[in-house]
């Protein structure tokens, strides 16, 4: 949940995580690479570092820093609050199959989708997928549209002030009452629709995924090129296959709680 909370943030902090982050995201970088990368003096940048080290976070060969198997560690006994990948992959397997489309899992969290698990079927090629990303905003991407438009008006405007409308292809919404009328849209239909807006020809529905206690987990999508998925392909079949997906996972999922995450 994104909240205004008027907590004082340090900055301290956030820079050894900027660190963490791009040291994982590079698989290792050296002093003379991050400082090029952030803006703090060198000294300090040493400092976070060695802070990270110490703290078995990061650990050193030959000058590049690295991740330590001890985050691994951490990330296993996150995920153990979240569904079990089987039990996605068999949804997703079956949406792929089912459509011939790729299909795709994203968990809701301070305002963005992080993917969990996707899956390309039988028909996606290399020059049909984007680019292979972890985050998603929720304004460009189907299943976003779709957690937007069930959420209120207020827990809208607070992610859209965090995160903003910044435009990743030439359709992409970036105006919020265009945005807001697409929502509306979206509420209708029960699920959302991205043309183009995330990446050029590339089309895509998705729809919220929900707990037990009727809140949001994460989004569940599927989508190709536009040459394979039009509007009346999705009227007609995408758009019912997607929503039959979303139940058969939800269902699946009614055995093992998950705690809301803020």
């Not at 300090?44 to 991740?67: A, E, F, P």
């Not at 989708?113 to 090629?125: K, P």
Request: net charge negative; proline share 2%; no cysteine.
């Amino acid at each position: 949940m994104i909240e205004n909370t008027g907590s004082r943030t340090l900055k301290t902090t956030r820079t050894s995580l900027r660190i963490l982050t791009l040291v994982l995201e590079h698989e290792g970088l050296t002093l003379a690479q991050l400082d090029e990368m952030i803006e703090s003096p060198k000294s300090s940048i040493l400092s976070h570092l060695n802070t990270l080290r110490d703290s078995r976070y990061l650990v050193k060969s030959d000058g590049t820093y690295r991740v330590s198997f001890r985050v691994a560690l951490l990330g296993e006994t996150v995920r153990s609050r979240y569904p079990s990948r089987e039990r996605v992959r068999t949804v997703l397997e079956e949406l792929a199959e089912r459509t011939g489309e790729e299909a795709n899992f994203t968990i809701f969290e301070h305002g963005r989708l992080l993917m969990f698990h996707g899956t390309s079927g039988n028909a996606a090629t290399e020059e049909d997928e984007a680019d292979y990303r972890s985050e998603y905003y929720l304004h460009n991407t189907a299943a976003g549209k779709a957690i937007l438009s069930e959420i209120d008006s207020a827990r809208v405007d607070r992610i859209l002030e965090k995160w903003g409308l910044p435009r990743e292809s030439e359709a992409t919404i970036t105006d919020r009452e265009q945005l807001f009328d697409a929502l509306e849209e979206t509420a209708k239909r029960g699920y959302g629709i991205v043309d183009e807006e995330f990446a050029p020809g590339l089309v895509a529905v998705g729809a919220a995924v929900h707990r037990d206690d009727g809140t949001i987990l994460g989004g569940l999508s599927v989508g190709g090129p536009k040459y394979r998925v039009d509007r009346t392909r999705i009227d007609q079949e995408l758009g019912d296959q997607l929503l039959d997906a979303v139940q058969s996972l939800e269902s699946s999922l009614q055995s093992q709680p998950v705690t809301q995450q803020e």
